[in-house]
């Protein structure tokens, strides 16, 4: 069965760190390209960053550029997201997903198999 597990949220203060991790099982995770979304209270879900199958690219939305990284390991089929000055503006519940491909400014459509994990929240606040 194909799964995608987020994992690694928290709560962290203004200008923390956190790294969420997003564990594939039951495919190769190198195949897809694999986006970051988040939903933050009383919003829609969004796209925040994105990595290619491709050539290992990145794309980020404009919000996070210069404080996230996403980043593969596929030797442990796992996809990463490094996030550095958090903000409360941050504060969202954090979703992965495999996407068609990725968007200069984040991820695109999901695939058209899975379906949207429990996530894992995130809250930025002193």
């Known amino acids: 069965q194909e799964q995608l597990v987020e994992s690694g949220g928290g709560l962290v203060q203004p200008g923390g760190s956190l790294r969420l991790s997003c564990a594939a099982s039951g495919f190769t995770l190198d195949y897809f390209a694999i986006g970051w979304f988040r939903q933050a209270p009383g919003e829609g879900r969004k796209g925040v960053s994105c990595?290619?199958?491709?050539?290992?690219?990145?794309t980020y939305t404009d919000s996070v550029k210069g404080r996230f990284t996403i980043s593969r390991d596929n030797a442990k089929n796992t996809v990463y997201l490094q996030m550095n000055s958090l903000k409360p503006e941050d504060t969202a519940v954090y979703y992965c997903?495999?996407?068609?491909?990725?968007?200069?400014?984040?991820?695109?459509?999901?695939?058209?198999?899975?379906?949207w994990g429990q996530g894992t929240p995130v809250t930025v606040s002193s």
């Open positions: 990595i290619s199958s491709r050539d290992g690219s990145t």
């Open positions: 997903r495999t996407v068609e491909g990725c968007l200069s400014y984040g991820p695109g459509d999901p695939t058209y198999f899975g379906s």
